[in-house]
Every structure is written in C-alpha cells, then in structure tokens.
C-alpha cells in the first residue's frame, strides 16, 4: 500500500534496519526524552517568571492602596520588621494558594487526558510537594522588595498621602 519512491526508500533501508540494536535505540529514546526534559523545563522556568513578576506587582499595588494603613500602623508602634512580614505573609499565601489551585487543575487535566486518550501517566507525591515548596519560595522571593518598600515607608508621608 505505500506509493513506490517510498517502497524504494524503505527497502533500501532494511539492510541498515538490521544492525539497529536494542542499545542504539535506547540511546535514541533517551536523547528524545532529555530534549523534551529541556524543553518543558523552560517553559517552567519561563512560567514561574513571569508568576513571580505578577506576585510582585500585586504587592507593589497593594502597598501603594494600603499607604495609610501602612503610616498609620507605624504610627501606632509597628516596626518596618512587622509591616514587612506582614507583606511577605500575604504573598506566601497568594503563592501558596496559586500553587495549590495549580495542583489540583493539574491533575484534573491529567486524569482527563489519560481517560480520553487511554495514556498511562503517574503523579508522584514528590512532584506536587516540590511544586507547592517552589510557589511558596517564589512568594518570598516576590515579595522582598515590596515587603521593604512598604518598611520604609515614613509614617507623616505615608498618612498623607491620597
């Protein structure tokens, strides 16, 4: 059933199909599979960039909404150390809860795929704990530069402003 140029191309061939061995094609397997490893890492990477940039930019926006409740907080007694943990707070929560959301859409999607396409896939519980400790570390990481601007805010200024 195949067309005749590609009946010559596979036929000539068969010589050479022979000598593949078990070793070679494992090889071949495994570079395929470390290709896509690469690939998917950067799209992760890419992905928890820019999760991590919209983190920070929701606290950069909640500090400035929140500047009188900041000077007033500092005003009252709290130190630059509470109004930033207070930040940093709210972003691991944000994350944490980004990432656990992440999980479960995760695997809904991956039980449906494998129903629809009859695939056989695992999720290892290893691979959802490091998932949710990475969100929680990108929290933090989000939000130290908001967490110190909202620090260092002067109380007067920060009552002030409109």
């Known amino acids: 059933g ?43 990477g890419v992905s928890l960039l820019v999760g991590g ?37 709210e972003a691991v929560f944000l994350s944490l809860l980004g990432g656990l959301l992440g999980t479960v859409i995760a695997v809904c999607v991956t039980m449906s795929l494998e129903g629809i396409f009859q695939w056989s896939t695992e999720i290892s519980l290893a691979s959802i704990v ?15 530069y908001p967490a110190r601007r909202a620090a260092e805010l002067e109380p007067i200024s920060a009552l002030q402003h409109e």
């Not at 000539?12 to 599979?33: C, F, H, I, P, V």
């Open 2 to 44: 195949l067309s005749p140029d590609l009946a010559r191309i596979v036929a000539g061939n068969l010589a050479t199909m022979d000598t593949l061995t078990l070793e070679q094609l494992s090889k071949s397997l495994q570079r395929a599979n470390n290709t896509m490893l690469i690939l998917l890492a950067g799209v992760a």
């Open 130 to 144: 490091i998932a949710i400790i990475v969100a929680a570390l990108l929290g933090v990481a989000a939000s130290v």
């Open 53 to 89: 940039i919209g983190v920070m930019n929701l606290l950069l926006l909640s500090v400035t909404e929140r500047t009188r409740e900041v000077g007033l907080r500092m005003a009252l007694g709290a130190r630059g150390s509470d109004i930033a943990s207070q930040f940093i707070t």
